[in-house]
Each structure stands twice: as structure tokens, then as C-alpha cells.
């Protein structure tokens, strides 16, 4: 028998970008963990597609996360669904490399509404009926991002360094009411996405090189922290953000 203070079954979990990457892990280990799961995405078949890997009683909601009326419809749907929200990760998130000087308004834009604005819509929405019954728990995808950038990804670095401080000022505003907020940061992670930097070759032993663990990180290395932060281990724990990055945030 697992302790009794990382017990969440039962729990209802939603997990927005779900549909691939980080996110299909999250909710994959959550589900695991005894939690009825809800994948968010945009693309309908693409999250029917995620949900039918996981097995046949995930659930789907598909909203846009940059879209206010999208986000309040589909937050009310799922809870008159499926239930009350126990948990929220709010994992969507994209990037766009270009160096700075180039970056074009509309990138610029896309990056701070996926990334942030997304996490803030989605955010307030559960939090509105969390904290009406004085419980919930919020995990931020943030990234080793929110403390260091590369050239080429500072916009998303702005978005990833705001949702780290989006995450300390929901911590201070509903931790009163009973939502625990926080934050875990990934590293860099081997996924679709990251694919062709794993397989640069200079890129890639630059990562093993400068990471203490020696290798890239894999989605399920990600999985302990969101169980820790959305379980009750975790009920005095606010405002943290947990970097899961082979020790790279920590050396120089």
C-alpha cells in the first residue's frame, strides 16, 4: 500500500494539452494514480485519439485555452460532466524560435497567450469553483525557462518567467481559500517537439554535458512531481515551483 498523504484516487484531474508530449504523460501518471482524467486540447480527433491510448474511461473536453467564452464553457461542461475539479494542471503551452531582433508581432503574441494567458484563463475559471468549496490543487507547467534563456527563445522565456510569478500571485490569493498553487519546471525533455534538438548532435551533448544527471529528461520523469503537488503531501506547499532538470538550473 502506497502512504496514505500521496493517496488522490478518486480525484478528478484535468490536464489541458494533453493530447501529446508532456501533458499525455501527466495525465497518463494521474490516471495511474486513481484519478478520473480529463484530456484538454483543441484538435477533437487528435484528443479522442490521446484518451483511447490512456484507456476507455478517459474523458475529453475539447477548448481553446486563449479563448476566454471557450475557457468558462468548457470548464462549467467538465464539472457538469464529469464533476467537481479536484486538480488542474495547466500544461498547454508552444514555442517559436526565432532570434529576437526578427520575432514577429503575431509570434510574440501567440507565444504569451498560449503560454500565460491560457494558464491564467484556465486557472481562474477552476479556481472560481475551488475555492467556492475550499479545496483544489493547481500545478503550473512552467520550465527550467522561467529562471534561464538560450538566444533564439526569449519570448517564451518571458511567458515561462511570468507564469512562475502568475503562480506565486494565485498562491497568495487562493491559498487563503483553500487551493494549493504551484509549479513544476520541466528540463529539457525528450518529446515529439524537442525531437529534432535531441537528435542535433552538438545540441544534444551540449544537454547531456551541461545537466548533472548526464541525459536528456523523458516525459515519465515528470510524473513523481505533479502526484506530489496534486496530492494532500502537498497541502502546505504553495507558490514552489519544482524544477524536474537533472540538477542542469543548479551548475554552471
Request: with cysteine.
Amino acid at each position: 500500500m502506497g502512504h496514505p498523504l500521496f493517496d488522490i484516487g478518486g480525484r478528478t484531474a484535468l490536464v489541458t494539452g494533453a493530447s501529446r508530449g508532456i501533458g499525455l504523460a501527466l495525465a497518463r501518471g494521474l490516471r495511474e494514480a486513481g484519478c478520473t482524467v480529463v484530456l484538454n486540447g483543441r484538435d477533437r480527433d487528435r484528443l479522442d485519439e490521446a484518451a483511447a491510448r490512456l484507456g476507455d474511461d478517459v474523458r475529453t473536453a475539447a477548448f481553446d485555452v486563449t479563448d476566454g467564452a471557450s475557457v468558462e464553457a468548457g470548464i462549467a461542461d467538465v464539472e457538469e460532466r464529469i464533476g467537481p475539479l479536484d486538480i488542474l494542471v495547466n500544461n498547454a503551452g508552444m514555442q517559436l524560435r526565432a532570434p529576437l531582433l526578427e520575432f514577429a508581432d503575431a509570434d510574440w503574441h501567440r507565444v504569451l497567450d498560449t503560454n500565460l494567458t491560457g494558464a491564467f484563463l484556465v486557472g481562474r475559471a477552476a479556481a472560481r469553483r475551488m475555492t467556492e468549496r475550499g479545496h483544489g490543487k493547481i500545478v503550473n507547467i512552467c520550465s527550467l525557462q522561467s529562471e534561464v534563456v538560450r538566444p533564439g527563445i526569449a519570448p517564451y522565456a518571458a511567458a515561462k518567467g511570468a507564469l512562475k510569478m502568475l503562480t506565486k500571485g494565485m498562491c497568495a490569493e487562493w491559498g487563503p481559500l483553500g487551493v494549493q498553487v504551484n509549479g513544476l519546471g520541466p528540463g529539457y525533455i525528450e518529446t515529439e517537439l524537442t525531437r529534432p534538438l535531441v537528435e542535433d548532435e552538438e545540441f544534444g551533448a551540449w544537454v547531456r554535458g551541461r545537466t548533472p544527471a548526464g541525459r536528456w529528461g523523458r516525459t515519465e520523469d515528470l510524473v513523481g512531481g505533479v502526484l506530489f503537488l496534486a496530492s494532500p503531501a502537498a497541502d502546505f506547499v504553495g507558490g514552489q515551483i519544482l524544477y524536474v532538470d537533472g540538477g542542469m538550473t543548479s551548475v554552471l
